[in-house]
């Protein structure tokens, strides 16, 4: 998969580091792979002649932010540049698939509304190690499209009845090294497409 630098997507005529911009012409050359990844990507817009190149044979996006990022007071910023890059897709009439990772930064809590702007379009979501205490009831109600959720490495302690209702698609669900030492009874009932469950490195006790 090919990385993309933030830099990459900066205008040439901009003296502003804070207003990158898509150039078509780069995106045209790029998107004949058919994959981008962007790394730390933050975009104030998408123009609209760079939408028809964009989503030409590129089948899949996917997002990084780690380490160096305050993602409490950024991620409304990250939350809209996958929002355009989704509706562009929708636009376009394209199905691709969005991934968004937020991995090794400080997000404690998840709630119902943390990750509206762009629940509709995400394939996969991945909060890794980003010391994540606790996942609201309904917080991933709207994600109807994803797949594939990774919440491993973290500090959950419980799954209640309602933590992942309305994930009828998810396929993928990583828990993984968590501190998680109850689970309620139901608390998977609603993943009916779940092939693949991790629970390995918490607190559980199996067989009492």
């Known amino acids: 998969m090919l990385e993309i630098r933030h830099d990459l997507f900066r205008d040439n005529n901009s003296n502003s580091a804070a207003t990158p911009l898509i150039r078509c012409g780069e995106l045209a050359e790029l998107t004949r792979i058919g994959a981008m990844h962007c790394e730390h990507l933050i975009l104030d817009s998408i123009r609209p002649d760079a939408a028809r190149f964009m989503f030409a044979n590129l089948h899949s996006v996917t997002f990084t932010y780690y380490d160096r990022f305050e993602v409490d007071e950024l991620l409304p910023r990250i939350l809209s540049t996958v929002g355009q890059f989704e509706q562009a897709a929708s636009g376009a009439g394209a199905k691709t698939r969005l991934s968004l990772a ?18 509709a379009g995400l ?59 109850s689970v309620a009874p139901g608390a998977f009932s609603e993943l009916a497409s779940l092939r693949l469950l991790r629970l390995d490195g918490n607190r559980l006790r199996w067989g009492d």
């Open 123 to 181: 394939a996969e979501l991945k909060l890794f190690q980003d010391g994540v205490e606790s996942v609201a009831p309904f917080s991933f109600k709207r994600f109807a499209q994803l797949r594939t959720l990774d919440l491993g490495f973290n500090r959950i302690e419980r799954v209640d009845e309602a933590t992942f209702a309305g994930l009828a698609r998810l396929e993928a669900l990583h828990l993984t090294n968590n501190e998680i030492g």
């Open 102 to 119: 937020i991995v090794w930064n400080t997000l404690v809590s998840v709630e119902p509304a943390t990750f509206a702007p762009v629940a």
